[in-house]
């Protein structure tokens, strides 16, 4: 269909909203319409429903007029069903309009009886009808749907009418969400929300959204992690918190990042990340369960098994594997240097031995392990929030969570050494003052907290937004994010 037939039939529904206003039966006019059941009820349960009269609501999908009756089909929130309307019972002035002043897309209510046509299908015979909503513009043609992507990404309104498979992917994210409240709240973890607004920016590595508050004449970034203020309320007292909520970090758009995402972060007294890898694993296998309906799946024609125990590996391990090169062999940083030549691993004079074995990894390692897999004890100098290992201080009680080559959980045992935490902030701003505009700035008040004292601690951060993609095979994040980020087409 072209721009201007296109345009002749929205011009056509207009002239139609003009002479039902003409009437004084505005449908915008329209304000309430008690439903009392949905397609679902009426399919599902015809045994028990059937010659009930109920109420439904809904978008019309398409229409079939056969003189002085008329088949269309009814599309709610939990799917459609076949409405008949007759003349006899609606009466011929309330048909004729039917007939000649709805279009497919109008919403509209009906009250009628649940039968089966003659042909054994489920339908509503229609009592009363009333047109709840005019539609404007054209829907796609019913045998394609809407099927370019972009346009299904800028229109999601339009991509959920059409495309009853992409209602059910963002239903599953619901309840994957609330699956996930469930799993935490049944530990006793009680759920808190902390700012979005920052004025330090902290607890990630990313690059800042900056804003600007007028009243208080103060510039401030929208949060990238709520990290820093969770463990504000560990000092405070509180022994298990959690935040589901988003963050925003200013860095490219690609099928796995969308500048504004959600997450879910936990913070545990007196436990360490010992005790984050038995929660990560529990609640990923219990989720898996409730949402993709086995421990074992498919993700983009690979295989998930999350029924065995994950597998774990060393960040230097995973490097030796997969890479051949074997860091502890690597005696300093010119060693490391050199190696990164010879491999092509680019680095910039202001990286440490412990970021260039993260860059082998990345190279080398994350696209290979596709199993579930936590990579622990990582590089001091890339975990500037963690603990130091005792006996290895090189390295931190840190662990990630890789599934299908890609990272779906970060953890740590905290690090509460108030001491330590300046020096580590303290290389932050060193990456800053070198251009790393990733790097954070020290955060005072948050070194002050953890001068009040901070109990032993495991944190663990789950990217809610990657896990939906996972559980629901889902190629990219925009398929899972109702309004993705997209640049403007003017």
Not at 52 to 70: E, H, I, P, Q, Y
Not at 112 to 119: P, Y
Not at 238 to 265: A, D, L
Not at 369 to 375: E, G, K, N, R, W
Request: with cysteine.
């Amino acid at each position: 269909m072209d721009n201007q037939e296109t345009n002749i039939l929205c011009q056509q529904k207009r002239d139609k909203l003009s002479a039902l206003q003409a009437l004084g039966k505005d449908p915008f006019h329209v304000t309430t319409f008690d439903v009392d059941a949905h397609a679902a009820d009426i399919l599902e349960n015809y045994e028990e429903m059937e010659g009930k009269t109920v109420a439904l609501a809904g978008r019309m999908m398409s229409r079939r007029d056969m003189g002085k009756a008329s088949f269309c089909d009814l599309q709610d929130q939990s799917g459609r069903v076949q409405i008949y309307v007759n003349k006899d019972n609606i009466g011929e002035e309330m048909y004729e309009e039917f007939c000649k002043k709805w279009d497919i897309g109008d919403i509209f209510g009906i009250n009628g009886a649940v039968f089966k046509t003659k042909k054994g299908e489920i339908s509503v015979r229609a009592e009363t009808i009333t047109l709840l909503a005019k539609s404007l513009q054209i829907l796609p043609e019913k045998f394609h749907g809407l099927t370019d992507v972009d346009k299904r990404y800028r229109q999601r309104y339009v991509d959920l009418i059409m495309n009853p498979e992409v209602r059910k992917t963002f239903a599953k994210r619901s309840a994957l969400i609330k699956a996930m409240r469930r799993f935490l709240d049944d530990r006793g973890f009680m759920e808190v929300e902390t700012p979005i607004l920052h004025t330090v920016p902290g607890g990630a590595a990313a690059r800042p959204f900056q804003t600007h508050h007028n009243a208080l004449h103060l510039d401030m970034s929208l949060r990238i992690a709520p990290e820093l203020y969770l463990k504000r309320l560990i000092v405070g007292g509180f022994e298990r918190v959690y935040e589901i909520g988003r963050s925003f970090r200013n860095e490219g758009i690609s099928i796995k990042h969308n500048p504004e995402f959600t997450t879910m972060e936990l913070y545990q007294a007196y436990t360490d990340y010992n005790g984050m890898l038995e929660i990560t694993e529990s609640m990923f296998r219990q989720l898996a369960v409730q949402i993709a309906g086995d421990s074992k799946f498919m993700y983009q024609g690979q295989e998930i098994d999350f029924g065995p125990p994950f597998a774990r590996i060393t960040m230097l391990d995973a490097v030796k594997k997969y890479a051949g090169v074997d860091f502890n062999e690597i005696p300093d940083l010119e060693a490391a240097r050199a190696v990164a030549k010879e491999h092509k691993i680019p680095f910039k004079p202001v990286h440490s031995k412990g970021e260039i074995l993260s860059f082998f990894f990345e190279e080398y390692c994350e696209e290979k392990l596709i199993q579930p897999t936590f990579v622990l004890e990582h590089p001091v100098e890339i975990s500037f929030l963690s603990k130091a290992e005792p006996t290895n201080p090189d390295f931190t009680q840190r662990f990630e969570l890789f599934i299908g080559g890609r990272e779906y959980a970060n953890a740590f045992s905290e690090l509460n050494d108030p001491i330590d935490q300046r020096r580590r902030f303290e290389h932050q701003e060193k990456l800053r003052d070198a251009g790393d505009d990733e790097a954070n700035p020290i955060d005072e008040d948050f070194i002050n907290a953890l001068e009040v004292g901070l109990p032993p601690t495991g944190g663990l951060g789950v990217g809610v937004d990657r896990l939906v993609m996972l559980l629901t095979d889902s190629a990219s994040i925009r398929d899972v994010l109702f309004f993705p980020t997209m640049k403007p087409l003017q």
